[in-house]
């Protein structure tokens, strides 16, 4: 690979990769990896196909397979794309996911792509609907999906591929879209299908779902529907009215987790079965994906030790000499009093700072968390705690309360009283008060799009971020390695926003780390369990097979090995018998 990469510098032959779609690297024991040209070491993609089969060296077998004719023509033809500049080709899974659903598409037909959590949907749809739109003069695609993050992240990824993506902001104005011949590609919000009016009655649904079945949209061409996140409410009510919308559409659902048997029969009805599955334990395997790390924590006990105290001083010492180190002791002395007379949440600020000062990643430049709030009112108190802390100006809140809109739309403010509606009022009044909004945003927003980019692209400066539902699904942020969890959740919600520590980051990042301040794990024991036991009967032997570990063994085991291969490698070796 290094050879490859030295052969593209200026000094040597760029010239000749000018015209080259693939860069090939392997050998007999480590089969055989690819890229294109400027893929750096780490970016290179490992080929994996027909695992059992061991008549061939590893490499000569995905030679053959990989660079068979039709298939690399193929390759080159239909999967080669670029994100926002970026060549890319697809992982082996990426591309198995694309040929099934052709298939389906030839036929007409709907189903449902499983592919865990980043393990890259999104990479997926884009190949697919281009593939659609190439091969079929007659074909109209539109995006669906049910939080405007996720409408956003989709959009940005059709356009930065080079598509012209045209993003409306209700169901109808996408159905007069679809009742004319241009544009091909359109997105939309799942929560704008329905009727007008924020409050939605069963009867008045039901209506409404009667009125488009009476008389369905009149649509041009033939429209295939991609659906994100399909196991959500687009498996519920919502989705009738999509298809009575557009009842002549293909619909093919996407999602990250297992269909749960309360999702399975709506979904089954709505999309059809499955049509290729890529499991969490498959991506871990394969290294797409990081494994994760369980830690629970019991506050009232981890901030009451002398121990805790003591090792937190020796980090923020550290460097310092023995005069220093004993004028500071001086005000630290009394910590161990005054943590024990704080309040829970200020321990558990207390408890994440320390982290910051201890653990390698986040102590770096590099890495970052999130913690996740039982409510607005609970995340608006942690943020304005953390401002009294050396993360000040480094941490942000992110939720869907607007103060300008004076409303909370999607998330539970957790406020009893109105002086606790003040304090959440007043923490984003003073947030928000040296924003200016960009155009075509509120404050809130351009605050929002700002917090994520810097969160992503300079983790230095953006350290952790406070959330309660936003940010948990469709964000991809590799920096995270982090998620400190201070809300009662389960199934889908619960997997899906641990996994916002399982993207790849460097050999920094290990293991995505999971903190638990609310003793969770019985409800990811139970989410595993409902996973493994109810999923949709039509998929035999499909089983998510979510790994969970604990961080004291998974440390241990990682120090045995170490052990182990020091061992090897200092292992004596006997004198030359005879003269030399």
Known sequence: IRQCLSNQEPMFHEWFFSTIQFVFAGNDSEGLQYGTIGTGEKYFLRWKEDEADN??????????????????????????LFDAGIKKLPRAHQYFGVKAAQAHVRQNRGGIVWHTQGSGKSIVMVLLANWILENN???????????DELDKQIEGVFRGSGHQISRTTSGRGLIEQLGQPRPRLMCSLVHKFGPKGSKKTDEQFDQFIRELESSPSQTVGEIFVFVDECHRTQSGRLHRAMKAMMPNAVFIGFTGTPLLKDDAKTSLEVFGGYIHTYKFSEGVEDGVVLDLVYEARDIDQRLGSQEKIDKWFEAKTKGLNDWQKDELKKHWGTMQKVLSSKSRMERVVSDILFDFSVRPRLSSQRGNAILVASSIYDAAKYFTLFQKTPLKGKCAVVTSYNPQAGDV????????????????????????????????MTRTETYEERVKKLFVKQPANMKLMVVVDKLLTGFDAPPCTYIYIDKSMQDHGLFQAICRTNRLDGEDKPFGYIV?????????????????????????????QVLLHDRVQKGRE???????????LCEPVEPPKGEL
């Open 55 to 80: 008549t061939r060296f590893k490499l000569d077998k995905y030679l053959l397979k990989l660079c068979a004719k039709g298939r690399l023509i193929e390759l080159m033809h239909d999967f080669v």
């Open 137 to 147: 003069p007659h074909a109209r695609v539109a995006i669906i999906t049910d939080r």
């Open 558 to 568: 990682r120090l045995e090995q170490a052990l182990e291969a020091l061992a090897l």
């Open 409 to 440: 739309s999607l998330e539970e403010t957790g406020a009893n009283t109105e002086t606790e509606k003040q304090f959440i009022y007043n923490t984003y009044a003073e947030l928000l008060d040296d924003v200016s909004p960009s155009q075509g």
């Open 516 to 544: 638990d301040y609310k003793d969770l794990f019985k409800q990811v024991e139970q989410a595993i369990a409902v996973y493994t036991s109810e999923l949709d009967r039509s998929a035999p032997g499909v089983d998510p």
